[in-house]
Every structure is written in structure tokens, then in C-alpha cells.
Nanobody, 118 residues
Framework: QRQLVESGGGLVQAGGSLRLSCGVP????????IAWYRQAPGKQRELVADINVGGRTNYADSVAGRFTISRDNSINTVYLQMNNLKPEDTAVYYCNARLLSKTDYFAWGQGTQDTVSS
């Protein structure tokens, strides 16, 4: 079964940066949007940012101004640049594709763990 592949997580101190990558197993223009989500321990998965087929981006209030979502169409990869990280950004980060009303077109992958120390 095809899955997205998330990578780039790690351990970083508060104020540091990480860049996540999401490899999409088919043409990203097949979808309405590609989104990054995160799930912290004991919490529900939440939307962090998304980028639609036209390139318009959307961010959760908690990350706006610190995170940037972008894409490389030639290799079907979506990135999440995370700057000025805070301990509350610690979570497992996932990506997925959105098509019409279905927000999780692919089966959820293992995600990538990001840990921000204070």
C-alpha cells in the first residue's frame, strides 16, 4: 500500500529549527491540498499547515509566523520549515493529502518525531 514518507525530525533546543519533508507517492497536483499535522502525547492530531493546488498556504495560529510550508513539484515533496521552535511544538508530525471531502487520502504513516527541549 502506498504511503507518504515523512522525514527530518529530531531533537532540537528551544529557538532552533527543523525542516521536515513529506514524499508523496503520486503527483501532488492530483490532490486539493497537502497538509502537515501533529500529535502530541495525550492530545488529538491537529492541523499545522497546508498548501493547496494553487499554492495558497494556511497555518494554525500557534505556528503562524514561525513555520513555512512549501513544495517541490518536480519531486512531489512538501516541506515544513519550522523556526523558533518551542517545547510545545514537541509532537509526532504527519503529512497527508486532501481530496474533496477526504482529508486523509493515504493511510497514516509513522510520522516523524520532533522534540524541542527547553
Amino acid at each position: 500500500q502506498r504511503q507518504l514518507v515523512e522525514s527530518g525530525g529530531g531533537l532540537v533546543q528551544a529557538g532552533g529549527s527543523l525542516r521536515l519533508s513529506c514524499g508523496v507517492p503520486e503527483n501532488i497536483f492530483n490532490f486539493n491540498a497537502i497538509a502537515w499535522y501533529r500529535q502530541a502525547p495525550g492530545k488529538q492530531r491537529e492541523l499545522v499547515a497546508d498548501i493547496n493546488v494553487g499554492g495558497r498556504t494556511n497555518y494554525a495560529d500557534s505556528v503562524a509566523g514561525r513555520f513555512t510550508i512549501s513544495r517541490d513539484n518536480s519531486i512531489n515533496t512538501v516541506y515544513l520549515q519550522m523556526n523558533n521552535l518551542k517545547p510545545e511544538d514537541t509532537a509526532v508530525y504527519y503529512c497527508n493529502a486532501r481530496l474533496l471531502s477526504k482529508t486523509d487520502y493515504f493511510a497514516w504513516g509513522q510520522g516523524t518525531q520532533d522534540t524541542v527541549s527547553s
